[in-house]
């Protein structure tokens, strides 16, 4: 047995950013104890992240919490948490469109909606601001397709 404790989690890019996307159920609900966590798990306060897997950049510095929506109309809830580098501190204020691309596909993966045949929409709420948004992710047989054709 060791001092260190092991959380399921996806490290996912979404747009220009790269972050960790959580399950709720694995994160502790006090705030507090959030914080420390994800401090911890990032390593801040470091500009180089060195004793977590943080890139050392914002852009890669991002935290996504998902949960089942229990609000009517909505699939799924996203808390964003942006880890600052060099304090020990997580600005929970903002949320962060090019991480919410992530919020879909891994939505689909860990089963909080079935995927359809050709795409699939999907309806988040930004627990940061309240926002209903709604994400379509490329299903062709029912899978998520993340590569793009290239453009020649």
Do not use: W
Not at 78 to 105: E, H, R, W
Request: aromatic content about 6%; glycine content about 10%; some cysteine.
């Amino acid at each position: 047995m060791n001092d260190l404790r092991s959380i399921p989690a996806y490290l996912m890019r979404g747009g220009t950013s790269k972050g960790l996307v959580f399950h709720k159920k694995d994160l502790p609900n006090d705030r507090n104890l959030l914080t420390e966590y994800l401090l911890k798990i990032m390593g801040s306060p470091d500009i180089r992240q060195i004793n977590g897997i943080g890139g050392g950049t914002s852009v890669t510095s991002k935290v996504c919490i998902i949960s089942k929506s229990t609000q009517k109309n909505v699939d799924v809830d996203y808390l964003f948490a942006q880890v600052i580098i060099d304090k020990a501190k997580v600005d929970y204020g903002p949320t962060c469109g090019n991480m919410l691309s992530a919020v879909g596909p891994f939505s689909i993966e860990n089963g909080f909606i079935d995927a359809l045949e050709g795409e699939t929409k999907i309806i988040i709420r930004s627990v940061n601001t309240g926002s209903i948004i709604e994400a379509v992710v490329p299903t062709p047989n029912k899978k998520i397709k993340y590569k793009r054709k290239k453009n020649k």
